[in-house]
């Protein structure tokens, strides 16, 4: 029997997702909602600013995802134009990030900070929330994943999990501690963010 995560995050909430809808299953679940940002981007998983302001208002916890340039102003420390009040847990995308500024974004925007690893274990150090993700985005379903470090620390796991997947890989985390999962591509539909994927997740995790 796989063990459950503390909360699921889905990835890619978008400007064409039903708020009602994605509102009464984040009060049935525990369900975080990933929003992706981006300089200058069109693509479908960038949601408006009209739609963010929106989506911080429905049930489940918030996390703001950093990609390309915004998450290399973050780790510049430059933040004053980042949107980041309202959310609980700010991810800055890419490997080897520098960490220098976390503690900084830490107490202007009271969140807690997540960074992705890929390596074969989790730092049992860091003072930051790690998310595993050696597929980059891109949906890959992982060969092996490092057990969970213990000690209390919260860490993730993202990488090909959907529909399809999640039991499998639910299947695979071992050791002791509390984690989340994470995703993106896989809980899409023709681009376009797929609540009733996020659903089946949901009912697949937590109604079995």
Not at 100 to 114: A, C, D, K, P
Request: proline share 5%; charged share 20%; with cysteine.
């Amino acid at each position: 029997m796989f063990r459950k995560p503390e909360f699921i995050t889905f990835t890619g909430i978008d400007d064409r997702t039903d708020l009602t809808t994605a509102d009464a299953l984040a009060s049935e679940y525990p369900i975080e909602w990933g929003v992706l940002f981006a300089t200058n981007s069109r693509d479908a998983r960038f949601p408006s600013q009209q739609a963010v302001s929106e989506i911080l208002d429905i049930a489940g916890m918030k996390s703001a995802h950093l990609c390309g340039p915004c998450s290399r102003e973050a780790q510049a420390g430059n933040v004053d134009k980042l949107p980041l009040e309202g959310f609980d847990r700010v991810q800055l995308n890419g490997f080897n990030v520098d960490q220098s500024h976390f503690h900084e974004l830490e107490q202007r925007f009271g969140v807690q900070i997540i960074h992705q690893v890929r390596g074969e274990g989790f730092d049992p150090e860091s003072v930051f929330m790690q998310l595993f993700d050696c597929s980059g985005g891109k949906g890959i379903f992982p060969a092996s994943i490092p057990a969970l470090p213990g000690g209390g620390h919260m860490v993730g796991y993202a990488g090909g999990i959907g529909p399809e997947t999640v039991h499998d890989y639910l299947n695979l985390i071992h050791g002791e501690g509390p984690f989340w999962i994470d995703m993106e591509g896989c809980v899409r539909t023709n681009g376009w963010f797929d609540l009733e994927k996020v659903r089946q997740v949901c009912q697949l995790v937590y109604d079995n």
